[in-house]
T-cell receptor
Framework: GAGVSQSPSNKVTEKGKDVELRCDPI?????LYWYRQSLGQGLEFLIYFQGNSAPDKSGLPSDRFSAERTGGSVSTLTIQRTQQEDSAVYLCASRLGQNEQFFGPGTRLTVL | QKEVEQNSGPLSVPEGAIASLNCTYS??????FFWYRQYSGKSPELIMS????GDKEDGRFTAQLNKASQYVSLLIRDSQPSDSATYLCAVKAISSNYKLTFGKGTLLTVNP
């Protein structure tokens, strides 16, 4: 079946604008993760969903960041009033049970 | 603060040599350990997982775990240019059934 997909693959925006990033997990995967990876850095955990609920939002860097998941499937990560330091690759991963996390191709966000 | 430390590299080895990648972690409660490979501009993919002390071999890859020393390593035998990538170490604590903490990765270059 299809892997994790993310859209858009690239997003260039102006400082202060809002952006929405989308993740389509592997069908049937109940767990969904958002990570951020800045140049030369490791993966920074942002948020974890189990079904539609987010028991761990501890990695969201500020209240400008929010995420939701509907129908136990698609998730959107929203960044309001983007800042230049938000520029990074945003990766989504999904998991079934206790198995490995499968990553999507990421969205490269550039804030000018 | 639970941390996972890796030498950022770059680690450069000649084709056919053994590449040794190292990772240390601070949380003694960690139970599950993973190595991900990330090609430039691509998303991470899982190559090895290890859960108990000792060695685990899979083809040219061997993961080694020493919980007493809080140390996990990845050996790549007969290194190929196609192994050139960033290798991310990830650790899951016993206190969490879902969260991975990633190191910043080691850049490996295999020279033909």
């Amino acid at each position: 079946g299809a892997g994790v997909s993310q859209s858009p693959s690239n997003k260039v925006t102006e400082k202060g604008k809002d952006v929405e990033l989308r993740c389509d997990p592997i069908s049937g995967h109940t767990a969904l993760y958002w990570y951020r990876q800045s140049l030369g850095q490791g993966l920074e955990f942002l948020i974890y969903f189990q079904g539609n609920s987010a028991p761990d939002k501890s990695g969201l860097p500020s209240d400008r960041f929010s995420a939701e998941r509907t129908g136990g499937s698609v998730s959107t990560l929203t960044i309001q009033r983007t800042q230049q330091e938000d520029s990074a690759v945003y990766l989504c991963a999904s998991r079934l049970g206790q198995n490995e996390q499968f990553f999507g191709p990421g969205t490269r966000l550039t804030v000018l | 603060q639970k941390e996972v430390e890796q030498n950022s590299g770059p680690l450069s080895v000649p084709e056919g040599a053994i590449a040794s990648l190292n990772c240390t972690y601070s949380d003694r409660g960690s139970q599950s350990f993973f190595w991900y490979r990330q090609y430039s501009g691509k998303s991470p993919e899982l190559i090895m997982s290890i859960y108990s002390n000792g060695d685990k071999e899979d083809g040219r890859f061997t993961a080694q775990l020493n919980k007493a020393s809080q140390y996990v390593s990845l050996l790549i035998r007969d290194s190929q240019p196609s192994d050139s990538a960033t290798y991310l170490c990830a650790v899951k604590a016993i206190s969490s059934n879902y969260k991975l903490t990633f190191g910043k990765g080691t850049l490996l270059t295999v020279n033909p």
